[in-house]
């Protein structure tokens, strides 16, 4: 098979220095880490040369002046050595119909760019319809052993996402992953699947043939093909779920595992809004969460459309979250509507919400009480939560104590 007639020189030579064409324990040679990835192209770059110079000059001769520790001279040339292992790979995945895309090919996904910079992963093999990685679309994660009504509900949001034109992005994993992305399918929905392991098997699986038949469905990953499960590589996969979509809905997350690791990264790294469905398991870390910035999602199926999920303004305004039972779920007083010159609409909702609070705080803080109590009641974000205590320290609304650190409401007699 003749390699070059499928891959540019440029994404021959990333494959050569990044991918395994067999299983692991049989290379010689490990390919480059993402972040060791990273350096060398980097060092490339400032060279004024391309992966592709490795190919057409001696390599030797362009890596007389590289030095790092962990990866030698030799170790890149014996990768690069791999040319006729790489062409019956391509050969045998291409018979699957999949297709190879690198960080320097137009089709790669904008979105996981702009989010990960240089972390983003060199190569993505998939099927399917490439030009849906720059959909974007809402993300849905969940667990592998997810409820029987968690699973009705998953299902029913696939569905949704389908009916209103928005993409689902998911890990086709069993459980919550599988249940979204085929109750999308089943309406004709847009689907991206990332999957962690088995893109061989999944790409002639006939789960997802329609879907990658009609063009509405896309499956990559960023590991080898044929790769079985890996506990690491399904956890570090979970940052691109979330890093192709526009928003992100968690089902059910337990206290530890993989769908908790990512809800929290995506928290950290501020790549999307992270809405949380209401759970009564006392197991779940669902709450967990949204006391770290998630927000809660409306209850009622039919009370939300997913389109409001996504959009920015209302992401914005739902900063402030409302479980049930919080501080918010209070009826609000018109007469603490004060109006300002600036941005009467924003400033008016912003100054009524602060006050709510320092009303509440009358009864929260009548005793001194911590910031992680406080945390816990209100379930506000920690940084908003931060800046009213900050505030009404300010304003004289309360006192800050410390041994420990807590707040308490000051006599006003």
């Keep these: 098979m003749n390699v070059s007639s499928l891959l540019s020189p440029t994404a021959q030579a990333t494959l050569l220095l990044t991918s395994y064409f067999s299983k692991a324990s049989s290379e010689t040679a490990k390919p480059l880490t993402n972040a060791e990835w990273g350096r060398f192209a980097w060092w490339l770059k400032e060279k004024s040369a391309t992966p592709a110079d490795l190919l057409v000059t001696e390599p030797k001769a362009l890596l007389q002046d590289w030095h790092d520790g962990r990866i030698s001279t030799e170790r890149i040339i014996e990768l690069l050595n791999r040319g006729h292992s790489l ?8 018979r699957a119909g999949l297709w190879v895309v690198t960080r320097s090919d137009p089709e790669y996904p904008k979105r996981l760019k702009a989010r990960l910079k240089t972390d983003c992963p060199p190569v993505l093999f998939g099927c399917g319809n490439k030009a849906l990685l720059n959909t974007g679309g809402l993300a849905v994660i969940g667990s592998r052993n997810a409820s029987e009504p ?8 696939g569905a949704k996402a389908a009916s209103e034109g928005i993409a689902v992005v998911s890990g086709g994993a069993r459980g919550v992953d599988e249940t979204v992305m085929l109750g999308a399918v089943r309406q004709g929905g847009v689907v991206i699947g990332v999957m962690a392991d ?24 960023p590991f080898y093909p044929e790769a079985g499960f890996s506990a690491g590589n399904a956890m570090a996969r979970n ?7 526009d928003s992100s809905l968690v089902i059910h997350s337990g206290k530890k595992g993989g769908t908790l690791n990512g809800a929290e990264e995506n928290l950290k790294q501020s790549w999307v809004p992270l809405w949380v469905k209401q759970t009564t398991d006392k197991d779940a870390a669902n709450a967990d969460l949204v006391a770290k910035g998630g927000r809660w999602l ?25 479980p049930i039972g919080d501080l918010f779920s209070l009826p609000a007083q018109p007469e ?19 006050q709510l609070f320092t009303a509440e705080l009358q009864r929260l803080a009548e005793k ?27 304003d004289g609304v309360v006192k800050k104590l410390n041994r420990p650190v807590s707040y308490q409401i000051k006599n006003m007699k």
């Design 298 to 322: 409306d209850a009622d199926m039919q009370a939300f459309k997913i389109a409001d999920l996504i959009d920015n303004e209302s992401s914005l305004a739902n900063q402030v979250k409302e």
């Design 198 to 221: 088995s893109l061989l098997k999944a790409a002639t699986s006939s789960k997802w043939r329609k879907g990658l038949m009609d063009g509405h469905a896309v499956l990559v990953s």
């Design 87 to 94: 062409a019956l790979a391509m050969e045998r995945w291409q």
């Design 368 to 394: 001194p009480v911590t910031f992680d109590a406080l945390l816990e009641i209100t379930q506000l974000h920690k940084s908003q939560l931060t800046e009213w205590l900050k505030r009404a320290v300010d």
């Design 336 to 354: 603490l509507f004060a109006e300002t010159d600036s941005n009467p609409e924003i400033e008016s909702e912003l100054v009524d919400f602060y």
């Design 239 to 245: 940052k691109y779920i979330y890093c192709l979509a």
């Design 150 to 157: 968690d699973l009705a509900f998953t299902d029913q949001v």
